[in-house]
């Protein structure tokens, strides 16, 4: 019993020592003249010589209660994003944006199987329902899997971040694309002010 | 009495009947209070006259200069994505609308000590009470980033001889597109019954006075020789004079170049040929005027993040001085003139009728009366607007001049298709005014001195001091002691104590 318990202590010491090493960036992302400070994705930019496989796992964007859920969904480039609707009417996916492929799913019942769509380039999509035009959301396809999106009083963490200097960039839906050098070294904090 | 004097008092009671009966209008606007969850006090002095952020807030169609998202508190309801825009013309572009009904009320209650002079008598009204002399539903938001819209239900009260005139109006209505090229506030359209900016540095529906500026709005040449008022949804007094116009309805254009450079168009509804009528003929009137603003904040607002003010939000130091001119055309319309049998129902079928006009002009028959027409009219003017800390000085001057005709049945009035009151066939008057506004040691005190004055070339003149004092007793409830006078009879003046609320 004694021996099991001293293995699982080694165990968990390591494994932390091993995701403090990674480090972190984490922070506050204040979006100038907004409600909230939500909605922003702050990820690190392509990092060179390296490439990301997209996850295996597909993202899901839901549709409740007639609201794009999450409103805001960062993916790694080449992931797939699996559109769920949840509610009792028919909802419909589609976007605007070219680097999108302006796609269309078409409309389907709630209950119905979730449609999907892979996001092969960097993009921020715009997510639109056209049985629903008040309804709106975005994929944000980012190069790196090192992103986070921020809270509604601006918080936000990127965990496993190796120590570096990277990229950093923070996307907003009305606000303009910030871009700045980050020097990550453990647990790393870094603020963000974002302006129209 | 000479004949021109007779002209005189003739144009003057046209002013004084609709000074008895034109009670305060009260054109705040709290629904703006509830979706900005804001004080009266942000936009206005003391409600209705605004103060110079106020007057940008309007100017921007009812937006905060500089406007974010996180000042809007009660955000309006999207019927559409932004991105929508971007699908158009597939898709509706997107628009908004409140999310609480945009409408307010402000109501005015009156008590009226008056005395009028009217054809050598003497009418004296004591302790009338007019409660309420007006209640208003006011219709002001926006609807979407680029549409505005502003107007007003009015139920007005009167007492004309001891009857109660009762009175369901509405007053005005307008939509405007702010900024729809590419952003800029240069350009600026509005459609409907609007408060022209032509006349918006002594705008009549943000007085501080009870008193309208009747030399500005309330002069009627056609009123000579007894005609009755004229109409018209340029509302030239409504039914009142046609000096100025209150309310224009048409097209006008307005705009703000860096910041200071204001100019206006408008292209609009002329007279009526009687009260209560609408435009009578196929001209249009037209109007510009252009201002520039020295000092202060900017016109649209656009130094307001740089511009530190005073830390009393109504006090300023600027000087603005404006230039217009107004062009109506009254031709072919033929207001009777009073006191002859069968003029009134004449009148209807000239009104009504164009070839009976025809006649009129070009046969010898006799006449079933005897009318006026207000060929053209012209109205050239200056106005200025100066701040300085509490004391808010302003005034216009505007140049008349009609060309008047008077078709006569009666050989007294002449004969027909005659010109009249001078040979050269036109009528002029000046009409000017000053009036020192100023905070009274308090921010909820506020006083009123103004000066007015019509110069006829062919009757006497008119003048007439308004002193008003106003409390506010919230910022959304205040009370008005005010008297006027007639500088050149003493028979004519009025004592009001107003009480007003806006909600």
Known sequence: ?196 | MSKTKCLGWRVVLVAGVLLAVSAQAARAVPAFARKYQTSCQTCHVAYPKLNTFGQAFRVLGYRMPGETEAQVKRPDVALGAPAYKRAWPKAVWPGAIPSSVPISIASEFLVQNSSRLEDGEIEKVKNEFLFPSEVALILAGTAGENISYFGEIGFSRAVEGGVIENEVEVEHFDVRLVRPIRGSIAFNVKIGAFQPELVSTFDHARRLTVANYDSMFSVNPIGLEGAESVGGSGDHGGGAGLSLPTIATGFEFYGVIRGRLFWTAGLVNGLGPGEETFDGNSGKDVYGRLSYKWGGLAVDGSNSESYAGSSKNWRERSFSVGAFGYSGDGSDLLVPIAGEDGQEAHAKQLRSNASARQRLFQTDGELEGSFIEDRDFTRIGVDFNWYFDDLNLFGAYFRAEDDLRVFAASPGLGRRGQLLPDSGGTFNFDSWFLEADAVLRFPWLHGALRYEAVGFDNADDWERVVCSVTGLIRANVKTTVEYNLDLNNSDNHSYWLNFGIAF
């Open chain 1, 1 to 196: 019993m004694k021996k099991s318990v001293a293995i699982l202590v080694f165990i968990a010491l390591t494994s932390s020592a091993t995701v403090a090493s990674a480090g972190s960036l984490s922070g506050k992302v204040t979006a100038v003249g907004k409600r909230s400070n939500a909605d922003a994705v702050v990820y690190v930019d392509t990092i060179p010589g390296k490439k990301f496989e997209p996850p295996k796992e597909r993202a899901r964007m839901d549709q409740i209660d007639m609201v794009f859920t999450p409103r805001v969904l960062p993916v790694v480039v080449g992931a797939t994003v699996e559109f769920n609707n949840s509610d009792s009417v028919a909802h419909n996916v589609f976007t605007v944006d070219d680097c999108a492929d302006l796609f269309d799913l078409g409309s389907w019942s709630g209950g119905e199987a979730p449609r999907s769509q892979t996001f092969d380039q960097p993009c921020a999509a715009v997510i639109l329902c056209n049985v629903h035009p008040e309804m709106e959301g975005f994929v944000v396809a980012v190069p790196t899997p090192y992103f986070a999106v921020s809270e509604a009083t601006g918080s936000y963490t990127i965990e496993g971040l190796p120590d570096g200097n990277y990229t950093i960039k923070v996307w907003h839906p009305t606000l303009k694309l910030l871009t700045r050098k980050v020097e990550v070294k453990g647990a790393t904090s870094a603020d963000f002010t974002l302006k129209k």
